[in-house]
């Protein structure tokens, strides 16, 4: 029945309705999350989060109502502005890590916003260009175009953040047939970064690479540009460490083992964890988890909402979320498979890849299996740029499958 | 469009890769919850309920302690104690920076407190303890700051005399890491009060009754949210209210009247029980500085103060005990040595007495002449006194001493109860002094109480009480009890009962009759009977010392004060009049009739019963 509405620019009413359908729940999770018996920020938090919706929809609405030629021509300004409001930022941000901008009314995080910006600027350049990208050298577009907001999210610092433009990249590459091998080439400094802990690992790494450029024959350039880019990052790994602030060295030294600091870092973790353990099978029902109601449960509202979800519907509300997430994702999905229009299905593609990524590192924090990286869950964290952004995405997407 | 229909053939691929990816990294995610919430929901379950569950210990209430009329020398009051409850060791350790200046929480203190908390990071850290009105409206004002902070009312120690009966109650405090670890404090946790000194450490296992348990569910601040029910609940257990023999009016009165700037300390027994009526040291502290921790810097103060507050004079100082020792020495001397108490010596006074080339010196120095011992003790004459110390020889002075059981202790019921010094044997100065290189001549500072002669009030209390009443000796003890008053020293006076009657009336002139040391004090209603003390110290002038009691011929109260250097040269004898003027308030306060004729009663009719 949704499927046979005709909404002018809604080509997926499905979708939009999954989308509208999940934020009405993330809002009645921010309710919940709110409902503490201690005097807690997140109390009546979910009305905001309700005005954001509003903007939200209007939002998603405008940019439905876009041609993706229009669309496409906007892509640079979108880019242009992200990157002037992330310079913007480092300068006059406020809020725990200066990563906010006031903005009359609310206040708006330009790293949400510039993940749009550069979608829009990937696809826009990948989309355009005659054929896959065959040569690594090539790349350097795309690459400055990831690299720019890459960096200044890194400043603000915000790793998190800034690890998904690098996903985006990888993503936007993905999508538009860039070979797999040439990923993992582009992709190795950062693995090199990773492995530069144990120069023992690192260098197996570096072997298994150059045996691959010796089987793929590359140009000379490129090869000695890839071999000095691993030598580059892997020697600076441990600067780079040094160089990490207290806490976020501390969230993923947590990781490893929550319990070496139970009362500090570790704190967050294991309280996630307690709260979708006890959970257990049915949970403790809508607004009555003990662990959020007592305010053992930080961050609730946002980063730890879903913490909030396995606490009071158990395992069956889990899978059910989980459901919801993997149909919207193959939703998402899907409008990028099905439109011939390269720059079209690229932003399907990368606002899938947005979604997948903050999902899995979300969740995953939740549940203890990544590192404390603050990223928000979809629709359902409260905060009202990125749902603003999400929707403004979405609108897009719904024009993509409109097109299509 | 070879490109396009290339580039179709490779999304298609790729899009099944993607949609697979959403498959597996969700499926991944969702082993992470089953994991958790399938099968080690018990864990965390349990992890959850101790997360929000706590044991709060509910104090129990110590006993109060009472004076002999029943008004309270230690009772509780609600007190405040401001704890900081469980969490991040940041939010720990700002929350004290917040608090520091306003709970007056030196470095030292937060620093203790932060390593208490990584000792246990589970427990409620006891920032303050009795925090005053100001503290408490301060938090509880702002509220929303102070959100980790818990105020929570628990009894608190006080006394409501405070210096007056300070050593005699001691102190509670904060239980040490020290005495957590002695077996006696089995059951005791970190941070619970326990007495530290006095009759608060003496009955802390009957004062501090049993703390009891409550459940409660806390929210990540630590903030109750609701008790469990009162059926899981533990109650505590009352400590046992003491009953002293002390009257705190006589406390609050040697208080008021002891000499200003001096030090000393008076004791009063009820010489037919050996309940102790008054314990009184000075110059003294205030117990209730203690209450929740004294701050260091008062503490130091009382520690190295030079007249050692915290001393208690009564139980812990010995002092060399002068002519009040005379009594000891008569008796020693009708027991062993003939002695009689109309005995001359050979000697008159002229103010001294040779021994070989060296002069020992009568504290007259144009001498007291020819005297028997009634007069020696109403005169307080040493010629006499050395000579009977000669008569009784050394040897048997030691062994008369140690049968009197001086230079042990009384077993008052005080933890810290000092025994006094006399030497047992000959062996003895041997030790101290190298065989050979001392004379019999310490037999004659001995009998004078001088030379290596130290007692404690409680000891010569003791002893003039036995003295009094001719029954064995009492065991001084502060609480009202009928086996302590039942209980009698393992040593008797061992004296014809004409021959202590003799010596009491011989105590009785010393107050009673003009030209008796105490003349100037006697009492006008009730005959105090007793012996005044001038010991020579080497620390400066010499102590004033009284023993006695009264009425002497049916003693009610049996009294001993020591005034260090209270009796200079030619100055009156600071502990004579303190003494009688408390001995004359006990007395009225027990509404004693007066005696229509306060003296001597000349022992003349016992002695011709004794002798028809």
């Known amino acids: 029945m949704i499927a046979r509405l005709r909404i002018p620019g809604v080509g997926d009413p499905t979708l939009l309705a999954l989308v509208l359908f999940m934020t009405g729940l993330g809002i009645a999770m921010i309710y919940s999350a709110g409902l503490v018996d201690v005097p807690s920020l997140a109390t009546g938090i979910w009305v905001r989060q309700l005005y954001w919706f509003g903007v939200a929809i209007v939002a998603l609405a405008v940019t439905s109502r876009f041609s993706l030629r229009f669309v496409e021509w906007l892509a640079p300004w979108a880019y242009g502005i992200s990157v002037l409001l992330l310079i913007l930022v480092l300068f006059i941000g406020t809020g725990p890590n200066g990563s906010w901008l006031e903005l009359g009314p609310g206040r708006l995080q330009p790293a949400e916003v510039a993940k749009l910006g550069t979608i829009l600027m990937l696809a826009r350049v990948l989309g355009g260009a005659p054929g896959p990208y065959e040569r690594l050298l090539e790349l350097w577009k795309p690459a400055a175009i990831t690299l720019v907001p890459f960096a200044l999210v890194l400043l603000q610092p915000d790793l998190g953040s800034a690890m998904i433009f690098g996903a985006l990249l990888l993503a936007a590459l993905f999508w538009s047939g860039v070979p797999l091998f040439k990923i993992f080439l582009l992709a190795s400094p950062g693995l090199s970064l990773l492995l530069g802990f144990n120069w023992i690992a690192w260098g197996v790494g570096f072997l298994v690479v150059a045996a691959g450029l010796y089987v793929h024959r590359l140009f000379i350039l490129e090869t000695v540009g890839v071999l000095l880019a691993n030598v580059f990052t892997g020697a600076f790994t441990l600067r780079i460490w040094d160089s990490l602030a207290d806490y976020q060295r501390n969230r993923l030294l947590v990781f490893l083992d929550p319990d070496i600091d139970p009362l500090g870092a570790g704190w967050h973790l294991i309280q996630s964890k307690v709260a979708i353990g006890s959970g257990g099978f049915i949970g403790a029902g809508f607004a009555n988890g003990p662990q959020k109601r007592l305010a053992f449960l930080p961050e609730q509202h946002t980063d730890f909402i879903f913490s909030v979800v396995g606490e009071e519907f158990g395992f069956i509300g889990v899978i059910l979320f989980l459901v919801l997430f993997a149909f919207l994702l193959w939703r998402v999905l899907h409008v990028a498979s099905s439109m011939d229009d390269r720059f079209g299905s690229l932003i399907a593609f990368c606002l899938f890849a947005v979604l997948l990524t903050h999902i899995v590192v979300n969740l995953g924090m939740a549940v203890g299996m990544m590192p404390v990286i603050g990223l928000p869950l979809p629709l359902l964290s409260y905060g009202g740029s990125f749902l603003l952004v999400l929707y403004a995405g979405f609108g897009i997407v719904q024009r993509v499958a409109w097109e299509a | ?612």
């Open chain 2, 1 to 612: 469009m070879k490109g396009d229909n290339e580039h179709r053939s490779i999304r298609r691929q790729r899009g099944r890769w993607a949609a697979r990816a959403i498959f597996f990294c969700l499926s991944v995610v969702a082993a992470g919850f089953i994991n958790l919430q399938i099968f080690s929901t018990d864990l965390y379950t349990l992890r959850s309920s101790e997360n929000r569950l706590r044991t709060i210990t509910v104090p129990a209430p110590r006993g109060t302690i009472y004076d002999r009329h029943g008004r309270a020398i230690a009772d509780n009051v609600p007190g405040y104690d401001v704890s900081m409850l469980p969490g991040p060791r940041d939010s720990i350790s700002a929350g004290l920076d917040r608090l520091a200046e306003r709970l007056e929480l030196s470095p030292e203190r937060r620093a203790a407190l932060l390593s208490r908390n990584r000792d246990r990071p589970g427990e409620a850290l006891v920032v303050r303890e009795n925090a005053n009105f100001e503290q408490v409206a301060f938090i509880e004002e702002r509220r929303p700051r102070f959100r980790r902070i818990v105020v929570d009312q628990r009894p608190h120690r006080r006394y409501p005399a405070g210096p007056s009966i300070a050593h005699m109650i001691g102190y509670v405090g904060e239980i040490s890491q020290e005495e957590l670890d002695r077996p006696e404090y089995a059951g005791y946790e970190s941070g619970q009060s326990v007495g530290k000194a006095g009759l608060e450490q003496q009955y802390e296992h009957r004062l501090a009754g049993r703390n009891g348990i409550r459940y409660a569910e806390v929210n990540a601040l630590g903030t109750v949210v609701r008790d469990l029910g009162v059926g899981q609940a533990q109650a505590p257990v009352p400590g046992d209210d003491l009953h002293l023999g002390i009257d705190l009016d006589l406390q609050v009165y040697a208080d008021s009247v002891f000499p200003e700037g001096m030090r000393g300390g008076v004791v009063a027994l009820d010489p037919a029980t050996g309940e102790v009526l008054l314990l009184y040291s000075h110059p003294t502290f205030d117990p209730n500085a203690f209450i929740g921790g004294i701050p260091l810097d008062l503490w130091n103060a009382l520690r190295e103060h030079p007249d050692e507050p915290l001393l208690d004079r009564v139980s812990m100082a010995s002092y060399p005990p002068g002519s009040t020792w005379k009594l000891v020495m008569s008796a020693i001397g009708m027991k062993t040595a003939d002695l009689a108490i109309d005995t001359y010596q050979t000697d008159t006074c002229d103010g001294g007495l040779w021994y070989h080339t060296r002069r020992f010196r009568c504290w007259l120095s144009r001498g007291h002449g020819r005297l028997n011992l009634s007069e020696a003790i109403k005169h307080s004459c040493n010629v006499w006194f050395y000579q009977a110390g000669q008569r009784i020889g050394l040897d048997p002075l030691l062994a008369g001493v140690g049968e009197f059981g001086f230079g042990r202790r009384t077993g008052i019921d005080l933890p810290s109860e000092r025994p006094g010094l006399f030497p047992d044997s000959r062996q003895w100065y041997d030790d101290r002094l190298g065989r050979g290189r001392w004379t019999e001549a310490v037999v004659w500072n001995l009998s004078i109480g001088q030379g290596e002669n130290e007692q404690t009030l409680l000891a010569m209390a003791q002893f003039y009480a036995a003295l009094a009443t001719g029954r064995s000796p009492v065991i001084p003890h502060l609480v009202r009890d009928e086996m302590l008053a039942q209980q009698r020293a393992d040593w008797t006076l061992d004296l014809p009962e004409i021959q202590r009657r003799q010596l009491v009336d011989a105590l009785a002139r010393v107050v009673n009759e003009p030209g008796g040391t105490a003349y100037g004090n006697r009492l006008a209603r009730w005959t105090l009977a007793g012996k005044t003390g001038t010991a020579q110290n080497p620390h400066g002038e010499p102590h004033s010392w009284f023993v006695g009691f009264a009425p002497a011929y049916d003693p009610r109260i049996v009294i001993a004060a020591v005034v260090e250097h209270g009796h200079p040269d030619g100055a009156p004898s600071l502990a004579v009049p303190l003494a009688a003027g408390i001995v004359d308030r006990h007395l009225e306060a027990l509404g004693l009739p007066p005696e229509e004729t306060p003296g001597v009663r000349p022992t003349e009719a016992l002695r011709v019963q004794a002798g028809g």
